[in-house]
């Protein structure tokens, strides 16, 4: 069975830094993409990064281009989120998903066949 799990999330400062990691089990988890996605309070959830199943391919969301990093350790099956220069608009709870074929990562939520438990980031002005 498949597991994600996140970690990392918290109460941080607008400008300051937060790492998301998410620990996957359960597969190998270097045949396959990966992405993060977040859901605000009355907001639908959306795609925030994602990467291909040996890191050499990313794309990030506009919003947080230049702010934001993923990447993997496939030798720890482990999926990270670097946040830098965050912004209150960044608050919201966090989720790491993995596609359940696919080697490439993907910006529709779909497109994932298992997900986190999510991760709580909230940014203070």
């Known amino acids: 069975q498949v597991q994600l799990v996140e970690s990392g999330g918290g109460l941080v400062q607008a400008g300051g830094s937060l790492r998301l990691s998410c620990a996957s089990s359960?597969?190998?988890?270097?045949?396959?993409?990966m992405g993060w996605f977040r859901q605000a309070p009355g907001k639908e959830r959306e795609f925030v990064a994602a990467?291909?199943?040996?890191?050499?391919?990313?794309r990030l969301a506009d919003s947080v281009k230049g702010r934001f990093t993923i990447s993997r350790d496939n030798t720890q099956s482990t999926l990270y989120l670097q946040m830098h220069s965050l912004k209150p608009e960044d608050t919201a709870v966090y989720f790491c998903?993995?596609?359940?074929?696919?080697?490439?990562?993907?910006?529709?939520?779909?497109?994932?066949?298992?997900w986190g438990q999510g991760t709580q980031v909230t940014v203070s002005a």
């Open positions: 998903a993995g596609r359940r074929y696919s080697p490439s990562g993907s910006t529709w939520n779909n497109d994932y066949a298992y």
């Open positions: 359960g597969r190998t988890f270097s045949s396959y993409g």
């Open positions: 990467i291909n199943h040996d890191g050499t391919s990313t």
